[in-house]
């Protein structure tokens, strides 16, 4: 009996990440997904080249690294899957697909996204103060553990990056880098400072922040514009975390507007950021919901 073909899953990042994030996935996605990881140029493994920093551009990006794979000979059917902000990316990948008459893909994955043209991106994050406590959370990718002599200062530092950051962007209107400085100005230990750990941990933490500040500005313009409304042709499934600050679990319901298939929505115990570590709970929806896919293709 001949084996049936994998189903290629093209997984879109959140803002500031990169596909990097996706590789804690190699070992818990089901055998029969072949992970497809698409980067976009001045953002993870192409973070030396020029950032893009316009819709177009990124959606041309992606649709080339989407054709690049779908043309190796191998599969053919695809699932397309979006984090957070990658879920307008992949709405207007999806609309330069169509427009192409290439297959449409046979499922969709959103996780912590809002829909094209809700309103949770609409106002830039640095003006929103709730979102501080999203980026004390989402700095710890940036600052493992095992650097720091002990979680509190750890913890300390996180919390006083953040506010040095809103800090200067209440003056300046814009993001800059943190500085040591700045950041000794602000209490933090001067011997932790000093390493070079911490030196590499601040320019992380630094370039992620400059890499969402350009895609969260992108995603504000988009949601405050006017697009052509557009449905997938396939089923929608939505993953969200229970105690994400940045976008209610509820919101993700909206999504069901932009299909005629079903929509389901899992609610995980979780905060926004889940997806950036190896959390087989939310790999396990994609799994089960893979496999009805599997039975409806055979």
């Known amino acids: 009996m001949e084996q049936m073909k994998k189903i290629k899953f093209f997984c879109l ?26 980067d976009i140029p001045g953002r993870g493994l192409r973070k030396k080249e020029q950032t893009l920093t316009d819709l177009a551009s990124i959606t041309d990006e992606l649709y080339r690294g989407w054709e690049k794979y779908m043309n190796d000979g191998r599969d053919e059917e695809y699932m397309l899957f979006g984090y957070c902000m990658g879920g307008i990316f992949l709405y207007e990948l999806y609309r330069k697909i169509l427009r192409a008459g290439k297959k449409p893909p046979v499922h969709i994955v959103l996780s912590a996204a809002d829909v094209p043209d809700g309103n949770v991106y609409a106002e830039p994050f640095l003006d929103n103060q709730a979102t501080k406590h999203q980026f004390y959370d989402l700095l710890r990718s940036c600052f493992p553990e095992h650097t720091f002599p002990g979680t509190d200062m750890l913890t300390a530092f996180r919390h006083k990056f953040v506010d040095v950051v809103y800090a200067k962007y209440a003056r300046d209107g814009r993001f800059t880098a943190v500085s040591q400085e700045e950041l000794r100005a602000a209490g933090c230990d001067d011997a932790m400072m000093d390493s070079f750990e911490f030196r590499e941990c601040l320019g992380l933490a630094n370039d992620l922040m400059e890499i969402l500040t350009v895609d969260a500005q992108i995603c504000s ?27 209610a679990p509820d919101t993700m319901k909206e999504w069901q507007r932009y ?14 950021r889940f997806l950036m570590t190896a959390n087989p709970v ?8 893979t496999e009805k896919i599997r039975e409806k293709l055979q």
């Open 259 to 272: 299909t005629d298939q079903p929509c389901t929505l899992d609610i995980l115990d979780a905060d926004h």
């Open 282 to 289: 939310p790999v396990g929806v994609i799994n089960r919901e």
């Open 221 to 247: 313009d988009y949601q405050r514009g006017e697009h052509e409304p557009l449905k997938f042709p396939c089923g929608i499934t939505c993953i969200a975390g229970q105690h994400d600050l940045l976008l």
């Open 13 to 38: 990042p959140g803002g500031g990440t990169s596909s990097i994030v996706f590789l804690k996935w190699g070992g818990l996605l089901a055998p029969y997904l072949r992970q497809c990881l698409i």
